[in-house]
């Protein structure tokens, strides 16, 4: 009995991991690709990947339509010669989202059928990106709610070492393609079980909705609600995007709901263990700089490693600012008797001044990365005997890029967290 249902577990795993279930879902969303009659190398053809398993991941492995040397002739296929098909006035040729400084992948056109689903997955895939939340964060730990906003910090940052660490452990490369159509090649040089935007993208707004339900005046059904449809936006965007199996989405999601199930319990123990204890700086920096070493001691290169520094060095900032803030008496939280909060009447005054705070943080959030970004590769470099002339080489190398994005992204954590405020206080912007 036990046999057959491992047995039926495992086919079905070896289903949900075949990469013609994304081919398929792209082209009913509208997405075609420009791939050449005959892919040139077979093995990546469809009857490949039937099961997941250990795959080599590098260069030669960010597929057909992610590889940037092949892009003119592929395009050629469907536009030279008197047998090219038509193509729909209301056709989009696209190129992929972003191109990765560090990988140089910039991908191959492709074709939109519709716009409509591609602006949407795009936002959804978005919602689920390390910029949304660096944008997302400080806003509403200026405007609207610090404590919620810390917290949801420390879920993400573990979150997102948890989720990286296990892609380096598991090594699944990303779907084939052909068949899968590489709408985004920007993360295509990692590992791609489990799905980490899959588990940012449910870990927040569900961790969201129960930090602020309660806590906050608005209906149970408002709030769960807006959470799955963030969770599920950001999940299906992965499949579009051709950057995840549906085996990687559910596992992502899954995997997130576990997470958050064992720290939910533990956020407000932290939490106060960051402000009131005076070993807390000290115990901040050593557990988030070993677990970076941990996760940097896993694999080779890939731009997980950086994803994962930079949330822990954040992490790091925003927790000594945590401290920092409850020590000097700064942006105390409101009391319980004040709660439920509510929103206050919206207003062009109120509006004026969130966006003004928000402004004037981001300037000087962007400002001191940039500042402490000249400064911090520069002096690894010469430190560790290394040319300075490429940075995008320089930050491949281990001993750089874990020391230059903890030390950067610990000095913006605690500048969203702790000098931003005191900006506004002193300016009588809070």
């Known amino acids: 009995m036990a046999t057959d249902f491992v047995k039926t ?48 991941r590098g260069p030669d492995s960010s597929v057909v339509n992610g590889a940037a040397g092949d892009a003119k002739g592929m395009q050629s296929d469907i536009t030279a010669g008197p047998e090219a098909p038509s193509v729909d006035p209301d056709t989009t040729r696209a190129k992929p989202l972003r191109k990765n400084s560090l990988t140089g992948d910039v991908g191959q056109e492709f074709l939109i059928h519709n716009k409509f689903l591609f ?56 779907p084939a393609s052909p068949p899968v159509v590489k709408v985004e090649v920007f993360y295509n040089s990692e590992y791609s079980m489990p799905s980490t935007h899959a588990m940012t993208g449910t870990a927040i707004p569900f961790c969201l909705f129960m930090l602020t339900y309660g806590r906050w005046q608005y209906s149970f059904l408002f709030g769960f609600s807006v959470a799955l ?17 549906i085996l990687e989405v559910i596992t992502g999601f899954l995997y997130s709901l576990l997470i958050l199930a064992f720290f939910h319990p533990l956020l407000e123990t932290i939490d106060s263990f960051y402000m009131t204890d005076h070993f ?32 822990l060095g954040t992490g790091v900032g925003a927790a000594i600012g945590t401290h920092v803030n409850y020590q000097l008496g700064l942006l105390l939280d409101p009391p319980l008797s004040s709660l439920p909060l509510t929103l206050p009447p919206i207003s062009f005054s109120l509006v004026f001044l969130s966006l003004l705070r928000f402004v004037i943080g981001v300037a000087v959030i962007l400002v001191t990365r940039m500042v402490m970004k000249a400064v911090t590769i520069p002096s690894l470099c010469r430190l560790f005997g290394l040319p300075t002339d490429d940075v995008r080489q320089a930050r491949q190398h281990m001993k750089v890029e874990l020391p230059y994005r903890y030390i950067v992204y610990s000095v913006v954590g605690f500048s969203c967290v702790s000098v931003v405020p005191l900006f506004f206080k002193i300016f009588s912007l809070a």
Not at 25 to 42: A, D, H, I, L, R
Not at 229 to 245: E, P
Not at 285 to 309: E, N
Request: net charge positive.
């Open 280 to 311: 807390a700086p000290l115990v901040i920096i050593v557990s988030h700089v070993s677990l970076g070493l941990v996760a940097f001691s896993l694999d080779s290169w890939s731009t997980s490693r950086g994803d994962t520094a930079q949330a």
């Open 229 to 245: 449809s963030w969770s599920v936006l950001v999940c299906v965007s992965r499949v579009y995007m051709g950057m995840h199996s």
């Open 9 to 56: 577990f495992v086919q079905m795993c070896n289903y949900l991991q075949d990469p013609r279930h994304v081919a398929r879902f792209q082209k009913v969303c509208g997405v075609k690709g420009t791939f050449p009659v005959k892919p040139s190398e077979p093995d990546r053809g469809e009857s490949e990947p039937e099961s997941p398993g250990l795959r080599k």
């Open 119 to 174: 602006y949407l997955f795009t936002f959804g895939t978005e919602l689920g990106n390390e910029m949304f939340f660096i944008v997302f964060f400080p806003f509403l730990f200026w405007n609207i709610d610090a404590l919620v906003s810390r917290r949801l910090i420390v879920v993400w940052a573990w979150n997102l070492f948890v989720g990286q660490s296990t892609k380096d452990m598991v090594r699944w490369s990303r």
